[in-house]
């Protein structure tokens, strides 16, 4: 018998395998699910031959929205570790 394809690291974080299926990463203040809500957040998630991470932020009252792609899922999860220090310490995510 074959074993399933695992969709989660030791750590938590979603597989290669899982991206690959569509599953997202994501973090919402609520943990709500990031792409039903306008909560702040961020998600890590694979579009074609990118990796993309979007992030919502609302810092003193006023909306901020990031998206960025990236070449390889290194930089897209430190991107994506930057994000969710911003988004829960409320901090402003535009540049």
Known sequence: MTESPKFTNANGTLT???????????YTLTGGE?????????????E???WRVSAHSEPF????NVGESFD?????????RKYKRMVKA?????A
């Open 61 to 64: 009252g006023h909306p901020e």
């Open 48 to 50: 074609g031959v990118y």
């Open 34 to 46: 990031y792409f039903s809500t306008n909560l702040p957040g961020v998600a890590l998630y694979r």
């Open 16 to 26: 290669r395998y899982a991206f690959g299926c569509g599953h997202v990463e994501s």
């Open 72 to 80: 390889t899922l290194t930089e897209a999860r430190e991107a994506f």
């Open 90 to 94: 409320g901090e402003s995510i535009s």
